[in-house]
């Protein structure tokens, strides 16, 4: 089998590469940036090129369709930007997928889709309603184009709603690399809100073996929630890393506008059908990340210190 991964060089989708890699099959990576890794056959190019897309998917059975504006700072910063990247960008992968008469695409969405949803729990059954963010608007456009695919030309999808992602290579901008950051350079951690809103952060590599899993046949036009179990507040997670750290301050600043507050996702369905769970807890993520991150600062610095004193201005 042969699979292209779009965002391959990517938070999560590097990490699906690595997974599928581990697990012997053939990968390709498709996206506007390099890919760090040298063994990896490698496509540049955007998802707004139709000609490039189909080059990539040329020969692949399936594609995991990850490439997008995933900040949600850059959505807001960048909003007809990220919509042409999110919603024109996927409908592309679908038509090229269409036209190479791939087996699969499996898109990576976000639990953010329940945002307005009714209550505190919800499942891959819960009724959603419109969402008051750009960002999770034009995830959800995604879902419905994987759908509409699926009825109007046969192309199988399933959709994976992963929630909050941790874990080595995330974005610096994220929660954790920016608490981790802050604690490490001695400045204090800000939480907006009072820090009592929850989320269940999921360990990307657990993410990654989800994205592997939906590729059984059980999976074929179905929707999974691919959420962490533990309930971590941010003022938890300032915690934690104060722990592992030592003397670490802490801060509060107002909450931010269209933050998802936290509700229950049921990751139910794809435990019973692909027997998906998250199997690194917490505290062993942190400790991950941080090994990750002290390593990448350590070769930063040498590199920097190896460079000749009239290129440091
Ligand atoms: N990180 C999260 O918090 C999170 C949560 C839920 C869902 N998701 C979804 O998971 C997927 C991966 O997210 P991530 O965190 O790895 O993001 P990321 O920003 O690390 O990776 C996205 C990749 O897409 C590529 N890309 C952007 N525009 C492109 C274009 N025009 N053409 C080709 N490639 C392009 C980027 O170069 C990058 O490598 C996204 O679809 C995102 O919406 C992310």
Known sequence: MKVLVTGGSGFIGSHVVDKLKDKGVDVRVFDAMPTFRKDIEYYQGSLLDMDALGFAMNGVDAVMHLAAI???????????????INVRGTINVLEAARAAKLRRVV?????????????????????????????????????????????????????????????????????????????????????AGDGSQFRKFVFVEDLAEGNILALQSIARNKIYNLDGVE??????????????????????????PGDFAGKEVSSELVKKELGWEPKVGFEEGIRRYLKWYSEREKTRKANWEKLDDTLKK
């Open 70 to 84: 995933a900040d949600v700072k850059d959505v807001f910063n960048r909003p007809h930007y990220a919509e042409s």
């Open 107 to 191: 898109y990576g969405s976000t639990t953010w889709v329940y945002s307005e949803a009714e209550g505190d729990s919800v499942d891959e059954a819960t009724p959603l309603h419109a969402p008051s963010h750009l960002y999770t608007a034009t995830k959800l456009v995604g879902e419905y184009y994987c759908r509409t695919y699926s009825e109007l030309f046969g192309l199988d999808y399933t959709i994976l709603r992963y929630g909050i992602p941790y874990g080595p290579r995330a974005r610096d901008e994220a929660v954790i690399p920016i608490f981790v950051r802050k604690a490490l350079s001695g400045e204090a951690l800000t939480i």
């Open 231 to 256: 309930k971590v507040t941010i003022r938890q997670i300032a915690e934690t890393i104060k722990r592992i750290l030592g003397d670490v301050k802490i801060e509060y600043t107002p909450a931010r």
